[in-house]
């Protein structure tokens, strides 16, 4: 595994941790009344970062 892939994997970890700890505290602080599209926008942007670093990986394994 090159130094690339190891620091993608990284930042994918990293994301993914981050993006629990906000969504959670969001959910313990928002009720439905004051955030109904909460989760509507948390797909979105999990979608989104998520898509963009898989495919910085998938992109640093065609180069070899």
């Avoid at 994997?9 to 969504?23: D, S």
Wanted: glycine share 10%; aromatic share 14%.
């Amino acid at each position: 595994m090159s130094q690339r892939e190891r620091f993608l994997l990284y930042v994918f970890a990293g994301l993914l941790t981050w993006q629990a700890g906000i969504f959670s505290y969001a959910v313990f602080i928002c009720t439905p009344d004051t955030c109904p599209t909460i989760g509507d926008r948390y797909e979105t942007f999990v979608n989104t970062s998520l898509g963009a670093v898989l495919g910085l990986l998938a992109g640093s394994n065609l180069k070899q």
